[in-house]
Every structure is written in structure tokens, then in C-alpha cells.
């Protein structure tokens, strides 16, 4: 087979650092990075160029599990030991070459396997496909940047960037769909655990007619994972390792809810979100010059407090409405409540505090199941939203000051560097916008200047002839990169 490489190799021989100074142009002046007339027009500064071009290889990162991660690792470090390379954090490209031959002669034999087809047909990945799929694109990158044969290829620094890890399970790989799986194992669990092995009566209430333990202890599933818990189911504690099942029940709920929660506040309501923001843009409005800071600070705070106010009257009222449909089909003696008492049911639930003192109908349970969870979620959310409107109020400040600035002296000698020539060229102007909008701090540079003095060495820059492999000390990071990598999905 052919090699994919370029036909005509770069000069591999070593540069010194003094020809390639006199080959990169330096850069001293702030004038190298000014904006060409097509560049003003069509957004194609280099800052811009380099933003879309991180985020399409985000965007295009491989999906991988972590066998086929782990399968590239320890092959590329397994060649680098047996070649006697000093070093393991890189191998050759004949090596990358001969491995990706390998993996491609194994798919071809497992293409018409009935065991592989089967598993395409449930969902499941190949692993060998994935992992050529992951070589193929190291192809297709090192002819990007025309690389030699005697290249070197950064194997550990391409599957961080180019791949990322999804779970094996195909049930597993949608947020979403894992919290859905997570809750329908919580609530399937509950009545066997506590109706059908622990047998206690105490969560597993049957009806006036002896049935339904199992819609109880559904109940009291969703009282104890919304935390309202009215008191009127309960754990027997007096049996001492009840007591301890009830712990570790207790436990599993709150981890059940705060990731179903995470999970549903991510995907489900991800539209909602959208056109909420598009409301509060339209509402408290970009800035117009002359737009005085306080005007769009009263306008958030109040776009802000009524959705709040709206999600929660709106999920009382859904809550009001339906119990007085079982009030009015009801018999049950202290159960026929008055409006003012539905409606102090119905906000001690919403906001999970359950005091438990009003009698209630078990036929309440069915909806309560439902209800509990839907309205923990909302308020808990509207909660969030007035925690987080400090925070969003100081962004609004800083975007305030920072859009209504112009071309001042005052602003020159604040976002210039320290060559004080007058002008402030893109990158400058990134920097300090970065760091006047607090999207970056001092503690975030400081460890990213370090690296580039690392990188730069004596002469200040990066260059090409920086790369000098045979200086590089032996380092083993292969274990602590595995480990770093690993996705939370794969616990």
C-alpha cells in the first residue's frame, strides 16, 4: 500500500535557532496584526479565524469509548518501547502508518461477522472501526501540516484534542436517556425493595380495601427524592438495619435527583432556555449609545423576578386545580379543604418543606407521584435563577463599560502592551477585553504564560526548530494522562 505521505519530504535536518530567526518574520510592533480592509468587512480577522477553527475541532471530535482510547494509548506507547524511543508521548509516522494497516486488515476480517452485525443492530460500537476511524483522521491531520515519515507524531496530544469519550452502553450515551434509565430504576426498585423483600408496612400502605401497597411505596419514592416528605410514609427505624437500608436509600435519592435534574435542565428544556434568552435580549436590549446602566439593570432584575414569579404561581395553580378534582370526588373526613387550604398545600409542596399536617386521600398519591418530582424540578430551577441574578447583574455592568468605551487615550495606555507605540492590535484588544469582562483572571494567565516561557525558551518565541526530540527527557505520563481522560459516563 502506498504511503499517505507526501511524495516530497521536508528537510528533516536540525535548524539553528539563528536561521530560523532570519527565516520567521519578528514581530515587534502592534502594526502585524492590523485589520485589512476585507478583514473589517467579513469577520476573517486572525482572532476570529483562530476561534472557528477550535471550534470546529470540537465540533468534529471523533466519538470513542474508553477501550478503543485505551487500546491507542498503550499500542502507541507499546511501539515507542519497542523501538527504543527515549520517550512516550510520541512514536514515528511509519509507526502510526503500519498501525493503522493493522487495524484495517482486523475491521476487514470482522466485516461480515454475524456477532458484529448483531451488535451494530443493538447500538453497540465497534471498537476496532472507531479506532481506525480515530488513525484515519491522524492521516488526514499529519498531511495537513506536512509531515515526513521521520516525523514525529504527538499521539497522546492528538486523542485529546480529536476524540472524545461516549459510554459503550447505547442506553448510556444520552444525558438525558441515562437519567430517564436512572429514574425508572429508582422508582421500579422502591416497591421491590421495601413491598416485596424488605416487607415494610410503613412505606407499602395499602388502601381502605388492602391494595396498592406498591402505589405507596411509588409515593414515597418521589416525597423522598423531591426532600417534601410529609411525614406520612416512613422507614420503620426501629429495626435497626431498616434504619440503615433507610440511610442508603435516602443517599441514592439525592444522587438519582440532582443527576436527573442536571440531566433535564440540559436537553429537555434547552428551547425553553433559548427563547427565554431571546425575550431578556429583547427586553433589557443591547447597548445604544447614550443607554444609561441603570435602565438595563432595572429592566433584568425585572424580567428576572417575574419569570420566577410566573413558573411558580403557574405550577400552584396546575397543583390547586387538580386536588380540588379529588376533593370534590372524595368522602374522606378532613380532606374537604377549603381554597386557602389547597392553596397552603400546594406551596408548602412546591417549595419541599411538607409539613404534613393536613389529611390527605390516598387516590392524591397517583398524582402526587408525578407532580412532587415536575414541581421540585421548576422551583428548584426559578431558585437557581435568583441566585444566579447577581452574578448576572455584575456581567451586565461589565458589558455596560466595556461597550460603551472609544478610541481614548485612556483606553491606549489601558490595553497596549508594554511597547507603548500608540496602537492596540487585535490580540491586545482580545486580552484586555478578556480581562475587563472577567472572562479571564490573572490566576488564569499566569499558569498559561508559564507554559509559553517553557515552550519559548532563551529567544522569547516559539519557532519551528523548538522541537528538537532528541533533547527531550524520558518521561512516563501515560498512566496519569489515562487516568485524567477518563469520562464521568464511564463510572
Not at 461516549?166 to 413491598?195: G, H, Q, V
Not at 499558569?447 to 532563551?458: H, N, T, V
Request: proline fraction near 2%; aromatic fraction near 14%.
Amino acid at each position: 500500500m502506498s504511503s499517505p505521505f507526501k511524495d516530497e519530504p521536508l528537510d528533516s535536518s536540525h535548524t539553528s535557532v539563528e536561521e530560523e530567526q532570519d527565516r520567521v518574520p519578528v514581530r515587534h510592533s502592534s502594526s502585524d496584526h492590523r485589520l485589512t480592509d476585507r478583514q473589517r468587512i467579513e469577520n476573517d480577522s486572525e482572532v476570529e479565524e483562530m476561534a472557528r477553527k477550535y471550534e470546529k475541532r470540537r465540533a468534529d471530535r471523533i466519538l470513542v469509548t474508553f477501550d478503543v482510547r485505551k487500546r491507542l494509548l498503550k499500542t502507541c506507547k507499546k511501539i515507542g518501547k519497542e523501538k527504543g524511543y527515549p520517550f512516550t508521548n510520541k512514536i514515528q509516522l511509519r509507526d502510526l502508518e503500519k498501525f493503522r494497516n493493522n487495524v484495517k486488515t482486523e475491521v476487514d476480517q470482522q466485516k461480515d461477522s454475524f456477532w458484529n452485525k448483531t451488535k451494530k443492530r443493538l447500538g453497540f460500537r465497534n471498537s476496532s472501526e472507531a479506532l481506525l476511524k480515530v488513525l484515519e483522521r491522524a492521516y488526514i491531520f499529519v498531511n495537513e501540516i506536512q509531515l515526513d515519515e521521520d516525523d514525529w507524531f504527538y499521539y497522546q496530544d492528538f486523542n485529546y484534542f480529536n476524540t472524545h469519550l461516549e459510554s459503550r452502553w447505547p442506553w448510556w450515551r444520552n444525558d438525558l436517556l441515562r437519567a430517564c434509565w436512572l429514574l425508572l430504576l429508582f422508582y421500579l426498585s422502591t416497591p421491590i425493595l421495601f413491598c416485596a423483600i424488605v416487607h415494610d408496612e410503613g412505606v407499602c400502605q395499602p388502601n381502605e380495601n388492602g391494595d396498592y401497597g406498591w402505589v405507596s411505596a411509588l409515593y414515597f419514592a418521589s416525597t423522598t427524592m423531591s426532600t417534601v416528605g410529609y411525614g406520612d410514609l416512613s422507614v420503620n427505624a426501629n429495626v435497626r438495619w431498616r434504619g440503615f437500608i433507610g440511610i442508603v436509600y435516602m443517599i441514592v435519592s439525592l444522587v438519582v435527583a440532582i443527576m436527573a435534574f442536571s440531566a433535564a435542565a440540559d436537553n429537555v428544556f434547552t428551547p425553553f432556555g433559548i427563547y427565554e434568552e431571546r425575550f431578556l435580549t429583547w427586553v433589557v436590549g443591547d447597548y445604544v449609545k447614550g443607554t444609561f446602566l441603570h435602565e438595563r439593570i432595572r429592566w433584568l432584575k425585572i424580567v428576572k423576578l417575574t419569570e420566577i414569579a410566573v413558573e411558580f404561581f403557574s405550577l400552584n395553580l396546575i397543583g390547586i386545580f387538580c386536588v380540588r378534582l379529588f376533593i370534590l370526588r372524595s368522602d374522606l373526613e378532613g380532606f374537604q379543604w377549603t381554597w386557602m387550604e389547597t392553596f397552603y398545600w400546594s406551596v408548602q409542596t412546591t417549595t419541599t418543606i411538607g409539613y404534613g399536617d393536613l389529611n390527605m386521600s390516598f387516590e392524591m398519591r397517583w398524582f402526587q407521584i408525578f407532580y412532587l418530582i415536575i414541581s421540585t424540578y421548576f422551583v428548584g430551577n426559578a431558585l437557581g435563577k435568583l441566585g444566579g441574578l447577581k452574578e448576572d447583574l455584575k456581567d451586565l455592568r461589565r458589558q455596560h463599560a466595556w461597550q460603551r468605551r472609544e478610541v481614548s487615550k485612556g483606553m491606549i495606555e489601558d490595553m497596549q502592551a508594554t511597547e507603548n507605540d500608540g496602537k492596540i492590535d487585535q490580540f491586545e484588544f482580545l486580552v484586555a477585553s478578556l480581562l475587563s469582562l472577567g472572562k479571564v483572571t490573572s490566576d488564569d494567565v499566569l499558569p498559561i504564560m508559564a507554559k509559553f516561557r517553557e515552550l519559548s525558551g532563551d529567544h522569547g518565541f516559539i519557532m519551528a526548530c523548538d522541537f528538537n526530540d532528541m533533547d527531550e527527557p524520558k518521561v512516563d505520563s501515560y498512566d496519569v494522562e489515562l487516568v485524567e481522560r477518563v469520562d464521568i459516563h464511564e463510572l
